[in-house]
T-cell receptor, first 109, second 116 residues
Framework: SQQGEEDPQALSIQEGENATMNCSYK?????LQWYRQNSGRGLVHLIL?????REKHSGRLRVTLDTSKKSSSLLITASRAADTASYFC?????????FGKGMKLTVNP | DAGITQSPRHKVTETGTPVTLRCHQT?????MYWYRQDPGHGLRLIHY???????DKGEVSDGYSVSRSKTEDFLLTLESATSSQTSVYFC???????????????FGEGSRLTVL
């Protein structure tokens, strides 16, 4: 399987804390993307980082990419209860995206 | 809203029956995808299409076929459903940004299929 892996598989934090999720992947990539999925809904794109980029920010999100280690991290700062969801990383090739197995984040109010 | 609708949203069927799931888009995007989502496996690609009548297999294509006769519709067919195909199926379209082909996916709301 080419699937990547998110780590940890589940994380529970308090509102206001930061949440860090890690992703490891196996093959060379054009880009690495992060998605969020609320319970019972489709996935929603959060952020994309290209293979020649090392860090990217979007609002409370910060993504890093280390192609030498084939890993990425997603940091959510000042978490809110509404951030409770599953988060997926996805390896972007020229035509397909390969998703990891996902990580469940619970933010307690 | 990327204008993606999946139908049916819920279906219960019996083993051995054929099932077709439909994905409809309103924005004329070239790439469309079918994924299945199962606990412990995340999302796995079944088939995808890169144009009318142009399709290719993903990592879990056995037991599934697809067709794309119009840009806006991408059909996923289970010729003879099995219990192992009980899953939530997601359709997605790809919006290409820039010249590198990099794009992000926009997903439908999913079709929950139960095969008894």
């Amino acid at each position: 399987s080419q699937q990547g892996e998110e780590d940890p598989q589940a994380l529970s934090i308090q509102e206001g804390e930061n949440a860090t999720m890690n992703c490891s992947y196996k093959t060379s990539i054009n880009n690495l993307q992060w998605y969020r999925q609320n319970s019972g809904r489709g996935l929603v794109h959060l952020i994309l980082i290209r293979s020649n980029e090392r860090e990217k920010h979007s609002g409370r999100l910060r993504v890093t990419l280390d192609t030498s280690k084939k890993s990425s991290s997603l940091l959510i700062t000042a978490s809110r209860a509404a951030d409770t969801a599953s988060y997926f990383c996805a390896q972007g090739g020229s035509e397909k995206l390969v998703f990891g197995k996902g990580m469940k984040l619970t933010v307690n109010p | 809203d990327a204008g993606i609708t999946q139908s049916p949203r819920h279906k219960v069927t019996e083993t051995g029956t054929p099932v077709t799931l439909r994905c409809h888009q309103t924005e004329n995007h070239r790439y469309m995808y079918w994924y299945r989502q199962d606990p412990g496996h995340g999302l796995r690609l079944i088939h995808y299409s890169y144009g009318v009548k142009d399709t290719d297999k993903g990592e879990v294509s056995d037991g599934y076929s697809v067709s794309r006769s119009k840009t806006e519709d991408f059909l996923l067919t289970l010729e003879s459903a099995t219990s192992s195909q009980t899953s939530v199926y997601f359709c997605a379209i790809r919006k290409i940004t820039g010249t590198s082909g990099t794009g992000e996916l926009f997903f439908g709301e999913g079709s929950r299929l139960t095969v008894l």
